[in-house]
């Protein structure tokens, strides 16, 4: 049996003691006064269990003692977790490190089948489980532990198959403390997740470049330039760009090379995949980092916004168009803020737009038709009622009275309300009537049938 040899095996450890530059199994058996069989098979125990170490030379082969740090050593000093088991799991041997994680003392683990461990404080069942079976080469994993004061405790876990001095196979665990780095890893990990989802589900296009190469582009790049992220990886983005736009991005490609404090903005066309031409807005920033610049780069499709925005244009034109040609004065009022007086409004008062727009216009109403053209006023704003006829004498710049007719009208968007008046300037009717009516009178008071 293998205890039988252990006379042998150490006088063969003392002679290579003894000859540190190594000797041959011939050397070794003739020292010995053993056979070279013999004296093989007690090097190769001496091999497996690792208490020898062997370089070959040519044919020849030369021993050495191994040059070992003492198992006892490795579990007092280590800063590791160690435990020792051998090839039924048993523990044999555990340092204190792996106790105080553990909470148990050395009498409630040596001995003890692993698969049996309990602690106290520790949830042990994820490391249990990787030690169900024992492996033939040296394996790397992580495990953790739930620990009911600290929460999880993370450690890289090395498995080592290991061989005893007298032969026997068992395992060395060695376990690493890595919670905090997995931690760290974990919440940059989240944090590029929650980038991610942020960056894949906002309106804007946005573009990572790194050292002027593109290493990110969100699902809207696609959607706004047509180009799949494959062929967006492979070209210059100035192909996209409308040939008569490159002269205003000359700015944006010098920030690629040099970085500069702030906001660089541009707008411009660029040109599809399809041929299509987009309008877009384009915020660049640039970033250096150590030894890599950063270029953050936003693009908005504006095309529709543009459209609309011509669209209201010609809309607000037309409207101007129309109100500054026809015969009566245009007032509009928002909020009690007069927002527009057309050409004709100014023709009757005397007033330009701007100085108009300084006045209340009650103001030009005569002092006897001030509180009737208030009331009317107040009254449109309900906008409950039909839009209001008036009549009334109105002071103008130069103290003229002039006599209008008029409509006005109200109605309610969201929180504005607006009010449309408009006027006709009357006044040489109102003198032809009034000078009839004076000369009625006359006729009335100076004729024939006129009492006495």
Known sequence: MMQNYQQELSQVKDLLRENPEGMSVTDIAKALKKNKNTTGRYLDILLISGQVDMRTYGMAKVFTISQRVPLSAMLSYSKDLIMVLDKETRIIDINDNFLTLLRLTRRDAIGKNVAYLKSPEVDVREFISTLSALHSQESESLVSFRVNETGERIFKQKSIPSVFDDGAKGLTIILSDVTEEILREREIREREEQFRMMAENIQDGLLILENEKCTFANRRVADITGYTFEELWAMDLMATIASEDHKKMEPIMELRKKPAPGLTEFQGRILRKDGIYRHVYVRVTGLQHGDVLFNFIIITDITEIRSKDAALFESE???????????????????????????????????????????????????????????????????????????????????????????????????????????????????????LLDRIRTLENCGPFRES
């Open 317 to 435: 034109q037309r409207f101007r168009m129309m109100a500054e040609n026809i015969q009566d004065g245009l007032l509009i009022i928002e909020n009690d803020q007069l927002v527009y007086a057309n050409r004709r409004i100014s023709e009757i008062t005397g007033y330009t737009p701007e100085e108009l727009r300084t006045k209340n216009t009650q103001d030009l109403t005569t002092p006897e038709e001030k509180k009737r053209m208030e009331d009317l006023y107040k009254k449109s704003l309900a906008c409950t009622e039909p839009p209001a006829n008036f009549q009334s004498w109105i002071l103008c710049k130069n103290g003229e009275r002039r006599y209008v007719y008029g409509h006005i009208n109200s109605v309610r968007h969201g929180e504005t309300t607006s009010t449309y008046i408009t006027m006709t300037d009357v006044t040489e009717f109102a003198q032809r009537e009034q000078e």
